[in-house]
């Protein structure tokens, strides 16, 4: 049940109206808590860092074009169109829009509304006269302006624009979220695919040393030398490396499909050449856990959420008060268009009006449950969002550290595994070992050949992914 009260002008003179309005506009309060971001404890460092140095310099540095610290021209050329052609982006971008444009629609509440009428009508009525019934037609035509404004004693107006704007602010964080997760998920499908170029070409070349070894193993068959078996697993040694590298192609090709769909393109308009591969895995600077709260977009756009709930508190609790609303018009009304605008036609006035919500079963309590709660949950969404970055930090550094020592023991591996198989190949040349031990050798040296190549475009991945969780790249980093 709403209480309503409303003066017009005859009692209420237009000075005291405008007296009210402003009392109503200088007396306005907001009635949302004082904001604050949520509370979290944050460490000094983080735990996996070991030798990495906070990167002081660079903490206030933009971010621009990351991809570039891995010296590719391809990959640049490419990631930089993901922001104009992914329609993730796309939609994220028109989101943004849309919430600035929500923005724009709650300040337009601020401020009064005018509005311009005008009609014309025809009618007619019955008369006797002298016991004669006759019809009269009249026109009656009327144009007025009117007004109307509702103070925002309360803040309830003033609120929905906070809230608006703190949307609006997390869309723009989402769209810098879905930039960087597009940017990203490319440069990972791209180094992806250069390292199946890496390894079809390492299993190329193992092919050709299996087809001369065939070769060696069918004239020494021929010869009397070597029993059959040598030669059956010289040719299945062959079939399976030829297989492996069929099995590649299909890997590539999903992985140009992929890439094709992050530009906005069909797989059938794309294709992307085999090219030397650069394995540069960049020296990423750290920041600060503090400072990750700033860099990274998804914990911008949570916090964001929270001070929109935080206003939506306001909005609600405003429903304990009363509204006030101010109208005025001014117009003209005459039967004749040519008296339309004559003084004597002239009419106008001015309203008040108040209403107080009186019983509602307990709905404004509601509301205003509803909206605290809604602050609960967007802030305990928060403070899981910021524990998950830091998750995501400390696990990229960890494995940064770790495959940076594989690497190392790995590259001494092949090269042992390389020095076997040649030794190994010598002395059945010789005579001295079996066919066995050569494709065990064979084996061995390709298996070591390839995880190497694997490890190499794992860290690069590694560090993309470092990146991402560090929330972008730094312009200028070497």
Aim: net charge neutral; with cysteine.
């Amino acid at each position: 049940m709403r209480l309503s009260l409303s003066v017009h002008s005859l009692s209420v003179p237009p000075r005291r109206l405008l007296a009210a309005a402003l009392c109503a506009v200088l007396g306005g309060c907001a009635l949302a808590p004082a904001y604050e971001a949520p509370a979290i404890d944050l460490p000094a460092g983080f735990k996996e860092a070991g030798d990495w140095v906070p990167a002081a310099p660079a903490d206030d540095a933009p971010r621009g074009a990351w991809w570039t610290v891995f010296n590719d021209p391809v990959l640049n050329d490419l990631a930089a169109s993901v922001q104009v052609s992914n329609q993730n982006v796309a939609a994220a971008g028109a989101a943004y829009a849309q919430a600035r444009a929500l923005v724009a629609g709650q300040r337009a509440a601020l401020f009064p509304a005018v509005s311009l009428d005008a009609g014309a009508d025809r009618s007619s009525s019955r008369s006797t006269v002298s016991g004669a019934q006759g019809a009269r037609l009249g026109n009656s035509y009327q144009v007025s302006l009117g007004g109307s404004w509702e103070p925002d004693l309360w803040g309830r107006l003033r609120g929905g624009v906070q809230n608006a704007a703190a949307q609006a602010e997390a869309s723009a964080a989402d769209l810098a979220l879905a930039t960087l997760s597009a940017q990203g998920e490319l440069a990972a499908n791209y180094l992806n695919l250069r390292e199946t170029d890496i390894q079809a070409e390492l299993l190329q070349a193992t092919i050709a040393g299996y087809e001369r070894v065939l070769q060696i193993t069918q004239n020494r068959y021929d010869a009397g030398v070597a029993p059959k078996t040598d030669l059956f697993q010289s040719q299945t040694q062959l079939a399976t490396a030829r297989a492996d590298l069929v099995a590649l192609q299909r890997q590539r090709a999903q992985l140009e499909h992929a890439i094709a769909v992050l530009l906005g393109k069909t797989p059938a308009e794309f294709s992307l050449p085999p090219a030397a591969w650069q394995p540069t895995v960049p020296d990423i600077p750290l920041v600060l856990p503090s400072t990750l709260l700033q860099r990274r977009p998804d914990i911008a756009a949570a916090e964001r959420r929270v001070a929109a709930a935080n206003a939506a508190i306001g909005v609600a609790r405003a429903g304990y008060f009363p509204g006030i609303g101010l109208s005025a018009s001014y117009g003209y009304g005459a039967s004749r268009v040519g008296d339309l605008f004559n003084a004597s036609a002239a009419a106008w006035s001015l309203g008040l009006s108040l209403a107080q919500r009186v019983f509602d079963a307990g709905a404004v309590s509601a509301q205003v449950a509803s909206a605290r709660a809604a602050h609960e949950r967007t802030a305990a969404q928060y403070r899981q969002t910021v524990l998950v970055a830091f998750q995501g930090v400390e696990d990229q550094l960890a494995a940064s550290r770790v495959l940076a020592q594989q690497l190392e023991l790995r590259r001494a591996a092949s090269s042992a595994a390389d020095q076997a198989e040649q030794q190994v190949l010598n002395r059945y040349r010789a005579g001295q070992v079996s066919y066995t031990e050569v494709v065990t050798a064979q084996t061995t040296a390709l298996q070591a050949r390839r995880t190497l190549a694997q490890l190499q475009a794992d860290r690069q991945i590694v560090a993309v992914a470092l990146i991402q969780a560090l929330g972008g790249g730094w312009t200028g980093n070497p």
